[in-house]
């Protein structure tokens, strides 16, 4: 804190990178007695910490905490240096430790989540890059969870997904202490299919000498079948392969397959439609706050060039809305927008509703119009902003994007 500070850091941008604690009887660091990692983007920029505790310490790992620029779950440590690997996959290691110990064996396609669970995101980002992973986490019961969590999250994402095996070492570190750079290698070079993985890893759950549970375990893995593989040839290969390495009939995993699904298709079409009705009343909710929007523009449409310095027209999901937003900001009346529809039943009739909607009995003052249109331009701009945060990768673009977030979250009045 001392140094930052000597070097002209004002005491709010330290409080706020979130690597200081601010209390009344002094600040402190937070990784105090700690090793630190630095956690960089894509772009080699710093943007958070890691820090090991050295010796006995809760907690073991510790990360900063997470800011408009820092987030743990669109980042991955070690993807900038990573990235540059020439190999067709990367590998997803459990923590920091793992990931420089295989880089200092010439592993560099090792990379590790930000001391969180595997995300969605992250797969994302590592498609960008390649379209197979390694999974190389611990080998005990932790390391095997959380390995079961992030196959299906990379398989979602249509990324092929294998599993290193480090047994009997229970991480990355040891088993080069204990092996070296080329057993790691040849452990690599035989990673295992991760469908294949977890079938096996299914069988601890059953005793195969009893036949009951030995139906048990076929279903399990028919249930598994069913739940990765729409593709008939797909589902016809992996019977076929998983058969092949547990010794079972291929034609009876594929018949208890088939027998599941026949089950499964009532429950489908009884919540077939339970999903359709929450989709209408989703786009309802996007449909309605625009259709309110343009229904009290075309009433008082002295508002348009006040409200058109902060909406435009592809900020309106809604095609008829975009076009009657367009025609207000030309500067056209209400009955020549309406007889533009005229030819186009639907739309007409959509544009006479827009006009007589809600709004059009309720006699407002101008104070309660203008609040009304204020809470629908920041509702409009915050929905188009979380889309693309969600969909961000750059940490600089995040930034932005947090920015011109906290913007709109206190936007309360028209300027000019």
């Given at each position: ?330 500067g056209k009346a209400v009955q020549e927008i309406m007889d533009g529809f005229r030819g186009e039943e639907e739309k007409y009739q959509k544009c006479m509703a827009l006009y007589h909607g809600d709004l059009y009995h309720l006699n407002l003052e101008r104070q309660e119009e203008e609040r009304m249109l204020l809470d629908f331009i920041r509702q409009i701009k915050l929905r188009g902003i979380e889309k693309a945060i969600a969909e961000a990768m750059d940490g600089e673009e995040l930034s932005r994007l947090f920015r011109e977030k906290d913007k ?9």
């Amino acid at each position: 804190y001392q140094y930052c500070n000597s070097l002209g850091y004002e005491d709010s941008l330290l409080q706020a990178s979130g690597l200081f604690t601010f209390k009344e009887n002094g600040v402190r660091d937070k990784f105090f007695n700690r090793v630190i990692f630095p956690i960089m983007d894509l772009h080699h920029r710093v943007i958070g910490f890691g820090g090991r505790v050295m010796g006995e310490g809760e907690p073991k790992y510790l990360n900063s905490p997470e800011t408009k620029l820092f987030d743990k779950s669109r980042n991955l440590f070690a993807l900038n240096f990573a990235r540059r690997s020439r190999e067709s996959y990367l590998i997803l290691c459990e923590g920091y430790m793992d990931v420089i110990s295989m880089h200092q064996a010439g592993c560099i396609e090792a990379v590790a989540a930000l001391g969180t669970a595997f995300t969605e995101q992250q797969a994302a980002l590592l498609k960008r890059f390649t379209s197979t992973v390694l999974l190389c986490f611990d080998s005990d019961n932790a390391g095997r969870k959380a390995c079961k969590r992030a196959i299906p999250i990379l398989r979602e994402k249509e990324i092929q997904a294998k599993v290193i095996s480090l047994k009997p070492y229970k991480d990355p570190d040891e088993f080069l202490k204990a092996e070296g750079k080329d057993a790691l290698l040849e452990r690599i070079h035989n990673a295992k299919n991760a469908f294949l993985w977890e079938v096996e890893e299914l069988k601890s759950g059953f005793n195969l000498q009893d036949p009951g549970e030995m139906q048990g375990y076929m279903e399990a893995i028919a249930a598994l079948l069913r739940e990765c593989f729409s593709d008939p040839v797909e589902l016809e290969n992996y019977c076929k392969a998983v058969a092949r390495e547990q010794l079972l009939s291929a034609e009876n995993l594929l018949y208890l397959v088939q027998k599941g699904e026949e089950k499964s298709q009532l429950s489908f079409a009884l919540s077939k439609q339970g999903r359709r009705e929450e989709n209408k009343r989703e786009k309802s909710l996007t449909d309605n706050l625009e259709e309110q929007f343009l229904s009290l523009l075309l009433q008082k449409e002295e508002w348009i060039g006040p409200v058109s310095r902060y909406i435009k027209a592809e900020d309106l999901r809604e095609e008829l809305c975009r076009q009657v937003f367009l025609s207000l900001q030309a500067g056209k009346a209400v009955q020549e927008i309406m007889d533009g529809f005229r030819g186009e039943e639907e739309k007409y009739q959509k544009c006479m509703a827009l006009y007589h909607g809600d709004l059009y009995h309720l006699n407002l003052e101008r104070q309660e119009e203008e609040r009304m249109l204020l809470d629908f331009i920041r509702q409009i701009k915050l929905r188009g902003i979380e889309k693309a945060i969600a969909e961000a990768m750059d940490g600089e673009e995040l930034s932005r994007l947090f920015r011109e977030k906290d913007k709109w979250e206190h936007f309360s009045g028209f300027s000019g």
